[in-house]
């Protein structure tokens, strides 16, 4: 779970999966060579969208092996974080946005032997997170507005991930930068020459004719010239 930094994570995203046949979607992106399963949590209050809960990430452990990557965008967090934690998560990212003890949801998170992680909206500064970044497992830099997939890549957003990855080799930080929203190859590429090494792509994996072909695109995507 704790690949280097220079090593290309690809995260395909549940949310863009059948989800009258979520087991087996999930399946099928690991046995074409996903490397953690992305799981976007909704409530219908910290984003205008409602997608799952708990019980369908504990379903998801029992599907696949590889680790669950569980993405936070309801207004409580901490509410519910020892539920995702019992489920099987892996890794949780949180919003620095919603409504919680920041410090204190990262922190509980580590505690349980979870990686933690810290997401921020296209429209936060990085300086907003400063004070959390030496205590992340993950920092999770979203390249859409949060809520739906299938939106277009915020190139601006990369300006933030160009700094993340500064700031870590200049203190010596650990947390791996994610991007998620609008990766596709050449995204993908971009965020990866900015610092990026975790890659969430929901519409360019579920929907590809060749879904193996898409995630080595994801991983290897070369720079154009």
């Not at 704790?2 to 099928?28: I, W």
């Not at 920041?102 to 004070?131: D, H, K, M, Q, W």
Request: aromatic letters at 6%; one cysteine or more.
């Amino acid at each position: 779970m704790n690949p280097p930094f220079d090593q290309t994570v690809v995260a395909p995203s549940l949310l863009a999966g059948d989800f009258s046949r979520l087991g087996a979607e999930a399946r099928r992106v690991e046995a074409a060579g996903a490397d953690w399963l992305h799981l976007d949590v909704m409530d219908g209050h910290f984003v205008d969208n409602i997608s799952f809960g708990p019980a369908v990430v504990a379903a998801m452990k029992k599907a696949v092996s590889i680790p669950l990557d569980v993405h936070l965008m309801i207004s409580r967090p901490d509410h519910y974080l020892a539920r995702f934690i019992e489920a099987g998560a892996r890794s949780i990212s949180v919003h620095l946005e919603a409504k919680h003890e920041v410090a204190a949801t990262l922190r509980a998170t580590r505690e349980a032997g979870c990686l933690a992680g810290l997401a921020i909206n296209p429209g936060t500064p990085l300086s907003a997170a400063l004070a959390h970044l030496p205590n992340i497992d993950l920092l999770l830099v979203m390249t859409v507005n949060p809520g739906f997939g299938g939106q277009e890549f915020i190139a601006s957003t990369m300006d933030k991930v160009a700094a993340a990855a500064r700031l870590r080799a200049e203190n010596g930080w650990s947390y791996h930068i994610e991007v998620d929203g609008g990766i596709k190859e050449d995204t993908a590429r971009i965020s990866r020459e900015k610092g990026a090494n975790v890659m969430v792509a929901g519409t360019s994996v579920f929907k590809a004719g060749d879904v193996a072909a898409a995630i080595r695109e994801l991983r290897s995507s070369p720079r154009q010239t």
